[in-house]
């Protein structure tokens, strides 16, 4: 903006009109407006972006754990002691409603001010942020034997080690030199082993449950008809059967987990917090744990990818607010996917038919307009519609042609990820059908009499010449279509998405592609994290992270589509006359 | 709307003229033919209208076989028109309509038992702005041959041979027929559009201006390959090009608002015209 403003001003005299009227230069006022117009647009996404970007980043930098020391004769109290340790996350302003009157006079202005400290031990303290008045603070160190450790349950820990002990009364201090090779090893065989369990209860257990579960359906259905005839009898003989076997393949892998889970138990680790509490955990509770205040920039950097991979590739736990976001990276993309595949032949062919073959007319004109008319309706409407539709009408009746055994627990009668993505689709066919008929008509006149000439038909000549040559522009419908169904979540929670999924919609089980399955959705998942999860403060870093990830898988999948565009645009470069 | 340039007919045309210039081509226009059939083409009692516009007003000419036809006339007199009617380009445009006749060997090409598109594959067209697909060198030639469900591979590659022989452009294009064609000139181009119009072996070929957009020396290949070309080909060629016409043509039909003025052999049009408004509008006074 600023070198825009310093451009000299044109010097020459205005002309004058024949009337001797001075023309005044009109235009030049709507320059600046305009100007103004995007330099404000462009400054508030670049703001948002780096604002998502620097707090979404941040959250995964290993940051030091300060001891803080309070005045003795300060009000600021931290669990009755003096001391408390934590990550210092914030230092803003206090709210005057909270100042003493002397704190209000105080010439020291940190007396005003706060610290937020993340304390972790959500188990010890109840809470995990807490406020620290600023000017109470006398002392901040960094010791370097604090640890921070990841566990499955109650969030991350910071502590002084103490020692291990295991089952059998062996004990590790953590004076003897061996300590930390001890610990580390432990960890390394807990986090294999959980592997195991969760190989064992999540895919081979999980695998029977479905079966069981089928069967018990079919078992239902027998048990529940009015008459049986001897092939039905058979039938359930056979079910009955069947679920034996199921039952005598499920215990001993039940057996397994359990003994691995026990397993798991052995070794504890004992520990000692900042009130000086003693406390301890089974080491099979413990996720990944680092010495904050010993790592180098290197090591940092090297925790810093690490809780990155940890957060795109693990499961979340903790009603989501820990652990990582994979499932639902997966299923927004297979749901953009899905989307994709179901929104492109039919925006295509419709377009298609409105622009090659259909006789232009105030009928063509009039479908042309609600189609227009059709991508403003509200999202939430689609959703409506797609439950109605797709969920009630298309699922139900599939479940009663197809699932009858299953009634009255629904198959595809519930929402599911095709149902979400075909809602999405008819929510962005508009977008198709608008660019892709731009498209057709850019192909040029001589092309299509050119191939005409040469004895080829109407299809023949769109499908050879005018299909390849617009496909930049239909791509171009594409990439805007993702972007407006990638991010979309209102509908979703209509038609299929839920908060916390069990399985994959695309697993190892067959049939492997599962439509019917809820699926996890990174939209939700951020409404989810922000709005409904009983400590906000905890969830804003993931909150953030996860936005940063949604933004970033819709850049994705646009610049995978702009890349094929453009592909294409060089191939058909002088295709446009 | 073309350019004015496109538009403006170059004069000056005396047949003596060209036949100085090009000795060899007013032999060639001397040697008898073999035995053809004069009425390759017949348009009869032919009216055409775009909507309530009548634009062909009651047509009657033959065009012989394996001769070179030119269509003269000012711009606007209906020429593309006719031309675009005999491979029935002209059934794209809403509200045409028509009276009469064009018969290709005695058959009508408005028949209702004949399909459009194989009266097309008997007839090649040349456009005034040259159209390659954007695709290959070699996919351009046997387009025509694919879209009939031609895909062996030796007939296809002998088709792209034979047909850029035949335009003239296989020497410049043979190492590269995988190129796209949008890296040639455009005169090549031109001429790899022809080759296309050829590559189906098709009895008649319709140019309308295939050199207006071209220069001189491109024009002059053009020219050398449509002489050779009319030996297997019943050509019809519009042109503005006074001289272009004296060059190539055997016979010249002069249309004027629509209506045929005169038609006879190109030395004739040209040497001493019968019509008056042919005779002003061949030596430059109007056009
Ligand atoms: N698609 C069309 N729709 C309506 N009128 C047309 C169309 N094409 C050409 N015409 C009209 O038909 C007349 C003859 O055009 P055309 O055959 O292109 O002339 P020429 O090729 O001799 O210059 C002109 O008056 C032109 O305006
Ligand atoms: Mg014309």
Known sequence: MSTVLEEPRPVARPPRAANNAPVKPVGEVYVWVTAMGLAIGLFMILFLLGLIAYNGIGVFW???????????DGPTRFMGGTRT???????????????????????????????????????AFGQAFAFFNAGDIVDVSYPKNVIRAE???????????????????????VDDADFDTELKRLVREVVSRRTQISRIERHQIGRINLQMRDLELEERF????????????????????????????????ADRAGELRAKQREHTLVYEVITGQQRSMPVGDLVSYYYPNQLSVLGKTRHFFAHIWDFLSGHPREANTEGGIFPAIFGTFVMTLIMSI?????????????????????????????????????????????????????????????????????????????????????MTVPVVIVATEEALAAVSRGIREGSLACGASKWQTIQHLVLPASAPGILTGLVLAMARGAGEVAPLMLVGVVALAPNLPIDGMFPFIHLERKFMHLGFHIYDLGFQSPDSEAAKPMVFATTLVLILVVIVLNLTAIMVRNHLRKKYAAGTF | MMTMENETPTHAASLKDVQQRRPEVARQNAVAKDAFNPNHIEVKDYSFFYGPNQVLFDLNMAFPERHVTALIGPSGCGKSTLLRNINRMNDLIDGISHKGDVLIEGQSIYDPFLEVISLRKRIGMVFQKSN??????????????????RNRKSELDETVETSLKAAALWDEVKDRLQESAFSLSGGQMQRLCIARAIANRPEILLMDEPCSALDPIATGKIEDLIHDLKKDYTIIIVTHNMQQAARVSD???????????????????????????TEAYVSGRFG
Do not use: C
Not at chain 1, 62 to 72: I, K, T
Not at chain 1, 224 to 253: G, K, W
Not at chain 1, 382 to 395: E, M, Q, R
């Open chain 1, 342 to 426: 179901a929104v492109m032949p039919f925006g295509v062919m419709a377009a298609i038919y409105l622009r090659e073959y259909a006789k232009q007319g105030p009928l063509v004109r009039s479908v042309r307009i609600a189609i227009n008319n059709l991508a403003g309706v509200p999202s939430i409407v689609f959703g409506i519609f797609g439950l109605g539709f797709f969920v009630y009408f298309v699922g139900g009746t599939i479940d009663q042609l197809f699932y009858p055994k299953g009634l009255p627990t629904p198959t595809f009668g519930t929402g599911g990820i095709l149902w979400a993505s075909l809602t999405l689709a008819l």
């Open chain 1, 62 to 72: 290993p940051r030091n754990v300060a001891v803080v020391e309070f005045r003795e």
């Open chain 1, 222 to 253: 027998y048990q529940r008809l009015d008459e049986r005839s001897a092939a039905d009898e058979a039938a359930l003989a056979a079910v009955r059967e069947r679920m034996a076997d199921l039952q005598a393949e499920y215990q001993p892998l």
């Open chain 1, 151 to 173: 566990r499955m349950e109650w969030g991350d820990a910071l502590f002084f080690p103490v020692r291990i002990e295991d089952s059998a009364g062996n004990v590790v201090s």
């Open chain 2, 132 to 149: 390659p697909f954007p695709k290959s060198i070699y996919e351009n030639i046997v387009y025509s041959l694919r879209v009939a469900g």
């Open chain 2, 251 to 277: 016979k010249t039909a002069f249309l004027y608002m629509g209506q045929l003025i005169e038609y006879d052999d190109t030395e004739k049009i040209f040497m001493k015209p019968s019509e008056p408004q």
């Open chain 1, 85 to 123: 340790m934590g990550v210092i996350t914030l230092e803003q302003a206090r709210d005057v409603r909270d100042l003493t009157p002397e704190q209000m006079e105080s010439p020291h202005p940190a007396n005003r001010r706060e610290k937020q400290l993340f304390l972790g031990n959500r188990d």
